[in-house]
């Protein structure tokens, strides 16, 4: 009977570690990540192109058909600062919180719980072409571009400071 027991007790122990281990791991690739996750993470969505390091950009970056996606970074090997998506020569699709076809872009590139996060998230500010958005997770950056839409996911802390050196850019010579 208490070697029943004993097994039972290791069966639950291991299997709540585990279901704490999954729960808690991301199961995407965002903002504060280090880049070799986003890039092995970007192999697993199908939208998503390859990344390549691109040196003049300071990021990772890949096109697949209408769809531009890129990673910024603090170096080669760093961590992910911010992340974006351009959609080109879809007129149905443009990143604001109320248009289906945006949201379901971002749960199909990340999940619904991103999804949701921009859907719900508050708007903020705007500054010149960039629509600020702040969400309980991240926080968003969305601009109308030529022929297209796009979206940057930020981190929550770093929004004021994003918002600041746009207005800054606006007034003064910035190398954007």
Known sequence: MYEGFKFNYLFHVSLTAIAVILAVTPANALPGQNISTVVKWAKTRPQLPPLRYNSEAQGYDGTKGNLYFYADVTSQN???????????????????????????LLQNIYNSNIANDFQKSRYVSKVGRDQYYRGQKFAYIAAEVQGGSAL????LNKLQEFIDNAKYCQTNQCDL
């Not at 911010?82 to 949201?103: M, P, Q």
């Not at 940057?152 to 981190?155: A, G, L, N, R």
């Open 78 to 104: 760093g961590t992910v600062n911010k992340e974006g998506i351009t959609v080109s020569g879809d007129k149905r699709l443009k990143f604001t919180t109320k248009n289906a076809n945006a949201v379901k």
């Open 152 to 155: 940057q996911i930020i981190s």
